[in-house]
């Protein structure tokens, strides 16, 4: 036990001792807009994990749900225990490749993500479409996707889905910082 | 007589009904400054229970209002909203504290290596223990 321990500790500073090559943020935004007749929800949740391999273009994103803050408390409870069920699935996450990471400068550049996202459980491939800009000190990534509830199995009971959109809006706003 | 009382009884109860349900949609957020804390801790015991067994650990502290104590190894604020990082033991990870935007206008007054107690409600473990909606109480 001992051993894997340190081989593990080994490999996490491996993982991290080259880290001028790996930009991360810890406060990344992600916030998500349903639109409907009746009402439209917002979430907003500011602690997102993303890291760029800044050598390879590979990107990896972790989120809490339960992090999801809304203006309504009912809604978060109902977001949290009926729809996601953050209790069995408390996370959900990305990982993909930025295609022609290295053409992106200093000045904001299109970019295309692919890669595979995990949300209650349920995974799928998606295509992101971003802006990127990356200097020394910093790549910020922006951009926004839509996603569809049924994909991820989230059921919405029909006594309220005229008040949730089956298409949901998803910005994100990424600022990492080389990690040290 | 007995008609025109039932007509006010029905809508005496579809006005009780409209106010109940108005209060349940509008049913407000967990006050973490008024509300007692589940657990008290330590950001080291903290992050260890998570790297320890994160299932185990989700179970007994998800969604509950923790008390944490700390010392401040970064303060970082991001759309208005202040985040303060809690130094533990361990070589990596601590403990990630949000804190409500009133308490984020009090963050200048905070210095990295001070200790700190901070309340909030503890959301998971990515690479630190995230808890949203914290308030400083001392």
């Known amino acids: 036990m001992k051993i894997i321990y340190t081989l593990f500790l080994f490999l996490f500073v491996a993982f991290f001792a080259n880290g001028q090559e790996r930009f991360l943020t810890k406060t990344g935004t992600i916030s998500f807009f349903s639109k409907s007749p009746m009402e439209n929800i917002e979430a907003e949740n500011s602690q997102v994990l993303s890291i760029v391999d800044a050598d390879s273009g590979q990107m990896a994103i972790a989120i809490l749900m339960q992090s999801f803050l809304f203006e309504k408390a009912l809604m978060q409870e109902h977001f949290n225990e009926n729809y996601v069920e953050s209790e069995i699935y408390p996370k959900a996450t990305f990982k993909g490749n930025i295609i022609d990471f290295d053409k992106i400068s200093a000045t904001e550049t299109p970019v295309k993500i692919f890669g595979v996202i995990t949300i209650h459980g349920e995974s799928q491939k998606i295509t992101i479409e971003a802006i990127a800009k990356k200097t020394q000190v910093a790549i910020l990534m922006t951009g926004d996707f839509y996603i569809n509830l049924a994909d991820f199995a989230v059921d919405i009971p029909s006594i309220v889905r005229n008040k949730i959109a089956q298409k949901i809006k998803v910005s994100f706003r990424f600022n990492h910082k080389p990690y040290k | ?138």
């Open chain 2, 1 to 138: 007589m007995t008609a025109k009382k039932i007509i006010f009884g029905i809508l005496l109860l579809f006005f009780f009904g409209a106010i109940i349900g108005y209060k349940i949609y509008n049913k407000p957020h967990v006050n973490v400054a008024q509300e007692k804390a589940a657990i008290s801790s330590t950001a080291s015991v903290l992050l260890e229970a998570f790297s320890a067994d994160e299932t185990a650990a989700n179970l007994k502290y998800l969604g509950k209002i923790i008390q944490v104590k700390g010392v401040i190894s970064k303060i970082e604020i991001v759309n208005k909203k202040g985040s303060i990082s809690l130094e533990t033991e361990a070589l990596f990870g601590s403990v990630l504290c949000t804190l409500t935007p009133e308490e984020s206008l009090s963050i200048k007054e905070l210095k990295i290596g001070q200790e700190i107690l901070l309340k909030g409600i503890c959301t998971g473990f990515l690479m630190d223990v995230v808890l949203v909606k914290c308030i400083i109480k001392n």
